[in-house]
């Protein structure tokens, strides 16, 4: 096969790739009629070309190409597809991408629904054609590939372009099309026709391979063994210069290497534009590129640099077009992934982190009867009124109780303070009110004492820092990923709380890998910058040693000193540490309860950050405690202990939470059951073989060698090797930093990898009895593995001769919990079912787990909100009873409206708590999900406007019964004395009168009025 060489890394590719498409090949190749086949190793190879090629755009006149990608994402093929057949160009592959099943052209054709504004088409029709083009029918739509039917709605996401579309039908016309936002479904403007091309590759027939014969050019990639089709032109890919006459140089070549040193690079581009090579430098934000002019200004006075951003991790140089390119991700030693076309598609989000969860069979709590089961939501059929939704509890005895509408809000989840299973309430009413009676007693004590310890803090003002600098700005561009929202939320909260004379306290949630240690390095950043100094409190040596390698990286080029705290140091190195620690030389210091020890001084200190504080012992925690009466505190927590959870739901401290998965993260596949050599020697063995590395977590040092050497019978000469607590940190540090280097294959360790390096080749984890291991501390070993792209396996095994019947209950509740919250951005879910598995703790000392465990910890935290709002002479509701309003008409959300049983419960739920004005956009949200709302849910919403209007007048009941209502009022607010000679004004002999012990009543007749016209005009009267 001949060959084109001279094209050394991704860049020089893209370029090559972009100069034959616009026909100005290499001497001796011919521009291809149709695709350029571009055939590459892996998945990586295909991302860092494509995106290669969007940052050389401006070196090509401005002019973006079109890339047709076919690797391992199957929707991304079928996308591509689409793209290919409306004229893409260039192709980018792997070999298993090229040999993926695929439609041919006339099937995809086919089986692609067009949608036009104003066409008469049966929507079962559109339903039907979507099913057989491979989209899946969901509750909504969140990615390519989904459809959902709601009301007169038919939404569905395409997947070229990867775009949600919402198709509203007047009958069988289709009325509009609209795009819409899948996270928050805010439609925008109108459009005239969306296709829905086919989300499913077939099992067999074509392949990828025969979309790109015709016309085409195939360059094979250096390691890549693919079989060209019979006919069309291939040459192979090599970097160095031409070694045969055969070989066609292109005569790009490599940039650097730079050894890190960015002054390397400088020399490097001073030496090109000696040359008459025109510099360009990529960065990968605003903030590094403006940075860097600066920099260049002094570093290479008179050398004309031009400087553009994008994603280009690889430069080179191209005598003959007098280019020289360089990136900043390669003078850095960057390791980067941005935000994908496909990648944002790849986690799906999170929603509410309580009745999300609530299935049947759960525990609740009704404020007026007590503990009950959760059975679901079931319409009743009520006479004059037809189906209402109501909530179906089961009490002692197997008494049921079925809730109706005006009560929902009455409803929560049940979570024990000690995990322990509730007794069911008895529906005798007098039981329950004694139980809320000693809880309220309760309750009062613990008010008071977070009011005091809230009091003392606030005595002490914290330390105001400045608002955002200009270094500041700089230091937040530099960041060389994507943030999520709620990252970038969670930065905003923290750095906002930082410029108030108040002490900070916040709490930051968010799973292992999701961004809360860049949250940490902003307020670390903003500390130092403000002239105060910052330490970051870890739990283990390990953990650490890699914030400071972190945050050493991160820092590089500002005017921040950092320090170590850790058994790592000598003791001279410790002692010179503490020495410029107290005259006010080092910026942030990085260590363990070390920094906690008497002889640490610090010269001025501002943030305390404590990485998985509820992982310090009882006397780190009390020092803790009286540090940050007046010092900014900033906790990170994957899952929070109850207690914190608890303070934050309070109010006593501020949380941030980052539910939202970086780019590319996949969930983490678990797996529960007995031990098995089989399983444990195949698991390793897959790992292995796609290049991957094991972890394999067993927590008895004393028998670890043991273990080792069993494990490394299993796993077939692989090189395992061991790390524990009780080695010696350099030890303990080559361990892990010889994993990191792939001179392991398989760690067999205790639970100190818990906090440990993170080395995204590690996608693979065994735990050996893993029923005795808190949730908190599986959670966190889970998320070592699976924080790159690659699909990651994790594996917690209980004994064999143990079936999961015969575990602790406790243990087969967490191992459950585990397999159940797989999703990403689980942490904050897990931390929550840990308050039903272990409970809420003994919130401050407050001996309060009798009266939690009554009423339940999120009822409990209720009493304790309203208790505490009442103390700070906050106005509290005294009375909450709801108004009971019975008007014969049928008034709630049918299912073919708003499928899927706790999507219409949370509606109910918000739409009981709200205002006229907040209800009325809760009906505008629900007609943009699903069409205009049918007669029952228009009554559901006048019903409640009505409620609360007659709550504002202290009304207690309306009831409509033969022609006419009554509306009482509660016997200790009767309406004023001038009110009834309004009413005989207003509707003459329509009033009567109806005395009563539970209090006086108006009969209105309503005559021609409905029920609910008839109330709203006597309520305003």
């Given at each position: 096969?001949?060959?084109?060489?001279?094209?050394?890394?991704?860049?020089?590719?893209?370029?090559?790739?972009?100069?034959?498409?616009?026909?100005?090949?290499?001497?001796?190749?011919?521009?291809?009629?149709?695709?350029?086949?571009?055939?590459?190793?892996?998945?990586?190879?295909?991302?860092?070309?494509?995106?290669?090629?969007?940052?050389?755009?401006?070196?090509?006149?401005?002019?973006?190409?079109?890339?047709?990608?076919?690797?391992?994402?199957?929707?991304?093929?079928?996308?591509?597809?689409?793209?290919?057949?409306?004229?893409?160009?260039?192709?980018?592959?792997?070999?298993?991408?090229?040999?993926?099943?695929?439609?041919?052209?006339?099937?995809?054709?086919?089986?692609?629904?067009?949608?036009?504004?104003?066409?008469?088409?049966?929507?079962?029709?559109?339903?039907?054609?979507?099913?057989?083009?491979?989209?899946?029918?969901?509750?909504?739509?969140?990615?390519?590939?989904?459809?959902?039917?709601?009301?007169?709605?038919?939404?569905?996401?395409?997947?070229?372009?990867?775009?949600?579309?919402?198709?509203?039908?007047?009958?069988?016309?289709?009325?509009?099309?609209?795009?819409?936002?899948?996270?928050?479904?805010?439609?925008?403007?109108?459009?005239?026709?969306?296709?829905?091309?086919?989300?499913?590759?077939?099992?067999?027939?074509?392949?990828?391979?025969?979309?790109?014969?015709?016309?085409?050019?195939?360059?094979?990639?250096?390691?890549?063994?693919?079989?060209?089709?019979?006919?069309?032109?291939?040459?192979?890919?090599?970097?160095?210069?031409?070694?045969?006459?055969?070989?066609?140089?292109?005569?790009?070549?490599?940039?650097?290497?730079?050894?890190?040193?960015?002054?390397?690079?400088?020399?490097?581009?001073?030496?090109?534009?000696?040359?008459?090579?025109?510099?360009?430098?990529?960065?990968?934000?605003?903030?590094?590129?403006?940075?860097?002019?600066?920099?260049?200004?002094?570093?290479?006075?008179?050398?004309?640099?031009?400087?553009?951003?994008?994603?280009?991790?690889?430069?080179?140089?191209?005598?003959?077009?007098?280019?020289?390119?360089?990136?900043?991700?390669?003078?850095?030693?960057?390791?980067?992934?941005?935000?994908?076309?496909?990648?944002?598609f790849a986690a799906k989000g999170v929603g509410t982190t309580r009745w999300r969860e609530l299935k049947n069979g759960d525990f609740v709590v009704h404020q007026d009867y007590g503990v009950a089961r959760y059975l679901g939501l079931e319409p009743i059929s009520v006479p004059g009124h037809g189906p209402q939704d109501c909530v179906k509890l089961e009490y002692r005895g197997s008494d049921r109780l079925f809730v109706p509408l005006t009560e929902f809000d009455r409803v929560q989840k049940y979570a024990g303070a000690e995990g322990k299973r509730p007794r069911l309430s008895s529906l005798d009413t007098r039981t329950w009110e004694e139980v809320k009676k000693q809880v309220a007693e309760g309750v009062r004590d613990?008010?008071?004492?977070?009011?005091?310890?809230?009091?003392?803090?606030?005595?002490?003002?914290?330390?105001?820092?400045?608002?955002?600098?200009?270094?500041?700005?700089?230091?937040?561009?530099?960041?060389?990923?994507?943030?999520?929202?709620?990252?970038?939320?969670?930065?905003?909260?923290?750095?906002?709380?930082?410029?108030?004379?108040?002490?900070?306290?916040?709490?930051?949630?968010?799973?292992?890998?999701?961004?809360?240690?860049?949250?940490?390095?902003?307020?670390?950043?903003?500390?130092?910058?403000?002239?105060?100094?910052?330490?970051?409190?870890?739990?283990?040596?390990?953990?650490?040693?890699?914030?400071?390698?972190?945050?050493?990286?991160?820092?590089?080029?500002?005017?921040?000193?950092?320090?170590?705290?850790?058994?790592?140091?000598?003791?001279?190195?410790?002692?010179?540490?503490?020495?410029?620690?107290?005259?006010?030389?080092?910026?942030?210091?990085?260590?363990?309860?070390?920094?906690?020890?008497?002889?640490?001084?610090?010269?001025?200190?501002?943030?305390?950050?404590?990485?998985?504080?509820?992982?310090?012992?009882?006397?780190?925690?009390?020092?803790?405690?009286?540090?940050?009466?007046?010092?900014?505190?900033?906790?990170?927590?994957?899952?929070?202990?109850?207690?914190?959870?608890?303070?934050?739901?309070?109010?006593?401290?501020?949380?941030?939470?980052?539910?939202?998965?970086?780019?590319?993260?996949?969930?983490?596949?678990?797996?529960?059951?007995?031990?098995?050599?089989?399983?444990?020697?195949?698991?390793?063995?897959?790992?292995?073989?796609?290049?991957?590395?094991?972890?394999?977590?067993?927590?008895?040092?004393?028998?670890?060698?043991?273990?080792?050497?069993?494990?490394?019978?299993?796993?077939?000469?692989?090189?395992?090797?061991?790390?524990?607590?009780?080695?010696?940190?350099?030890?303990?540090?080559?361990?892990?930093?010889?994993?990191?280097?792939?001179?392991?294959?398989?760690?067999?360790?205790?639970?100190?990898?818990?906090?440990?390096?993170?080395?995204?080749?590690?996608?693979?984890?065994?735990?050996?009895?893993?029923?005795?291991?808190?949730?908190?501390?599986?959670?966190?070993?889970?998320?070592?593995?699976?924080?790159?792209?690659?699909?990651?396996?994790?594996?917690?095994?209980?004994?064999?001769?143990?079936?999961?019947?015969?575990?602790?209950?406790?243990?087969?509740?967490?191992?459950?919990?585990?397999?159940?919250?797989?999703?990403?951005?689980?942490?904050?879910?897990?931390?929550?079912?840990?308050?039903?598995?272990?409970?809420?703790?003994?919130?401050?000392?407050?001996?309060?787990?009798?009266?939690?465990?009554?009423?339940?910890?999120?009822?409990?935290?209720?009493?304790?909100?309203?208790?505490?709002?009442?103390?700070?002479?906050?106005?509290?509701?005294?009375?909450?009873?709801?108004?009971?309003?019975?008007?014969?008409?049928?008034?709630?959300?049918?299912?073919?409206?708003?499928?899927?049983?706790?999507?219409?419960?949370?509606?109910?739920?918000?739409?009981?708590?709200?205002?006229?004005?907040?209800?009325?956009?809760?009906?505008?949200?629900?007609?943009?999900?699903?069409?205009?709302?049918?007669?029952?849910?228009?009554?559901?919403?006048?019903?409640?406007?009505?409620?609360?209007?007659?709550?504002?007048?202290?009304?207690?009941?309306?009831?409509?019964?033969?022609?006419?209502?009554?509306?009482?009022?509660?016997?200790?607010?009767?309406?004023?004395?001038?009110?009834?000679?309004?009413?005989?004004?207003?509707?003459?002999?329509?009033?009567?009168?109806?005395?009563?012990?539970?209090?006086?009543?108006?009969?209105?007749?309503?005559?021609?009025?409905?029920?609910?016209?008839?109330?709203?005009?006597?309520?305003?009267?």
């Amino acid at each position: 096969m001949k060959k084109i060489v001279g094209a050394p890394g991704s860049g020089a590719r893209a370029f090559l790739a972009r100069r034959i498409i616009q026909g100005e090949p290499p001497a001796g190749v011919e521009a291809p009629k149709g695709p350029l086949v571009l055939v590459l190793p892996d998945a990586d190879a295909v991302e860092d070309v494509s995106d290669a090629v969007k940052a050389l755009a401006p070196l090509f006149g401005g002019k973006t190409e079109t890339v047709a990608a076919f690797g391992d994402d199957a929707r991304e093929r079928l996308a591509s597809l689409e793209l290919l057949r409306t004229g893409a160009r260039l192709v980018l592959a792997t070999p298993e991408g090229l040999n993926a099943p695929a439609p041919g052209r006339a099937d995809f054709s086919a089986r692609t629904v067009r949608f036009r504004a104003g066409d008469l088409s049966p929507r079962d029709s559109a339903i039907d054609a979507l099913v057989a083009a491979g989209y899946q029918r969901v509750e909504f739509v969140e990615s390519p590939g989904e459809f959902a039917v709601r009301g007169a709605v038919l939404d569905f996401h395409a997947l070229e372009p990867a775009v949600a579309y919402r198709i509203l039908y007047d009958e069988d016309r289709v009325a509009s099309i609209r795009p819409f936002d899948p996270i928050s479904q805010e439609p925008s403007a109108v459009q005239a026709s969306a296709v829905a091309t086919p989300a499913e590759e077939p099992q067999e027939g074509a392949r990828v391979v025969d979309w790109l014969t015709e016309g085409a050019l195939w360059l094979l990639g250096e390691g890549v063994s693919v079989e060209v089709p019979a006919g069309v032109p291939s040459l192979a890919l090599g970097r160095g210069a031409a070694a045969d006459p055969e070989e066609k140089d292109f005569g790009a070549r490599a940039v650097g290497p730079f050894g890190g040193d960015p002054k390397n690079a400088w020399a490097e581009m001073k030496r090109d534009a000696a040359r008459a090579q025109k510099v360009v430098l990529f960065s990968l934000n605003h903030g590094e590129d403006a940075r860097l002019q600066e920099i260049l200004g002094e570093e290479l006075p008179g050398v004309p640099v031009q400087f553009l951003i994008g994603p280009l991790r690889e430069g080179f140089r191209h005598p003959q077009s007098e280019l020289s390119v360089f990136a900043t991700s390669q003078i850095f030693e960057r390791d980067w992934r941005g935000v994908g076309r496909w990648k944002r598609f790849a986690a799906k989000g999170v929603g509410t982190t309580r009745w999300r969860e609530l299935k049947n069979g759960d525990f609740v709590v009704h404020q007026d009867y007590g503990v009950a089961r959760y059975l679901g939501l079931e319409p009743i059929s009520v006479p004059g009124h037809g189906p209402q939704d109501c909530v179906k509890l089961e009490y002692r005895g197997s008494d049921r109780l079925f809730v109706p509408l005006t009560e929902f809000d009455r409803v929560q989840k049940y979570a024990g303070a000690e995990g322990k299973r509730p007794r069911l309430s008895s529906l005798d009413t007098r039981t329950w009110e004694e139980v809320k009676k000693q809880v309220a007693e309760g309750v009062r004590d613990l008010a008071e004492e977070l009011l005091r310890m809230q009091a003392r803090r606030a005595a002490k003002p914290g330390h105001q820092f400045p608002s955002e600098s200009q270094m500041e700005r700089e230091f937040a561009d530099g960041f060389p990923y994507e943030p999520t929202e709620d990252q970038a939320r969670a930065i905003k909260e923290t750095l906002e709380d930082m410029m108030t004379p108040r002490p900070m306290d916040r709490l930051v949630v968010g799973d292992v890998g999701f961004g809360k240690t860049e949250v940490a390095m902003r307020a670390a950043f903003k500390c130092a910058m403000g002239l105060k100094q910052c330490a970051v409190l870890a739990p283990t040596t390990v953990l650490a040693d890699q914030h400071f390698r972190t945050f050493s990286r991160r820092m590089a080029g500002f005017p921040v000193r950092l320090a170590m705290m850790t058994r790592f140091q000598t003791k001279a190195e410790q002692k010179a540490i503490l020495k410029e620690l107290a005259e006010g030389k080092v910026d942030v210091v990085i260590g363990t309860s070390r920094l906690l020890q008497k002889d640490v001084r610090f010269h001025d200190i501002g943030l305390i950050v404590i990485d998985e504080e509820h992982r310090f012992g009882v006397t780190d925690k009390e020092k803790l405690k009286k540090i940050r009466e007046n010092v900014d505190v900033l906790a990170l927590s994957a899952t929070p202990i109850p207690r914190s959870l608890h303070q934050s739901m309070t109010g006593l401290r501020q949380i941030s939470l980052i539910q939202s998965a970086p780019a590319g993260r996949q969930p983490i596949v678990t797996r529960v059951g007995p031990w098995d050599e089989r399983v444990v020697s195949t698991a390793i063995a897959d790992e292995l073989a796609r290049g991957g590395q094991v972890y394999y977590v067993h927590n008895r040092v004393r028998t670890m060698a043991d273990t080792l050497k069993q494990i490394k019978e299993l796993s077939g000469g692989a090189r395992v090797s061991m790390v524990h607590g009780q080695m010696k940190g350099p030890d303990i540090e080559k361990a892990m930093w010889d994993l990191a280097q792939r001179k392991s294959d398989v760690l067999v360790a205790s639970t100190i990898i818990e906090s440990g390096l993170d080395i995204p080749s590690v996608n693979t984890l065994l735990v050996e009895d893993a029923q005795n291991f808190g949730l908190a501390q599986l959670y966190q070993l889970r998320g070592r593995i699976g924080r790159e792209k690659s699909r990651a396996f994790c594996y917690l095994f209980h004994p064999p001769d143990a079936e999961m019947g015969d575990l602790p209950e406790d243990a087969v509740k967490r191992l459950d919990a585990l397999k159940e919250f797989g999703a990403l951005g689980a942490g904050i879910k897990l931390a929550l079912r840990d308050l039903e598995i272990r409970g809420a703790g003994d919130l401050l000392g407050a001996k309060q787990h009798g009266f939690m465990n009554a009423v339940g910890a999120d009822y409990y935290a209720q009493l304790l909100e309203s208790e505490v709002s009442r103390l700070r002479g906050k106005r509290v509701e005294d009375d909450d009873r709801p108004v009971e309003v019975d008007l014969r008409l049928p008034a709630y959300i049918p299912q073919d409206y708003l499928p899927g049983e706790i999507e219409r419960l949370k509606i109910y739920k918000r739409a009981l708590r709200a205002t006229p004005d907040e209800a009325k956009a809760i009906l505008e949200e629900l007609e943009r999900l699903s069409g205009p709302p049918p007669v029952p849910v228009k009554n559901l919403f006048a019903m409640l406007t009505v409620r609360a209007e007659a709550r504002r007048a202290r009304v207690a009941e309306i009831t409509e019964k033969d022609g006419a209502v009554e509306i009482r009022w509660r016997a200790d607010s009767p309406p004023h004395p001038d009110a009834p000679a309004r009413w005989i004004k207003a509707f003459g002999k329509r009033v009567s009168f109806v005395p009563s012990s539970e209090g006086d009543a108006v009969r209105l007749t309503l005559g021609e009025q409905t029920a609910i016209d008839a109330v709203r005009e006597f309520l305003k009267t």
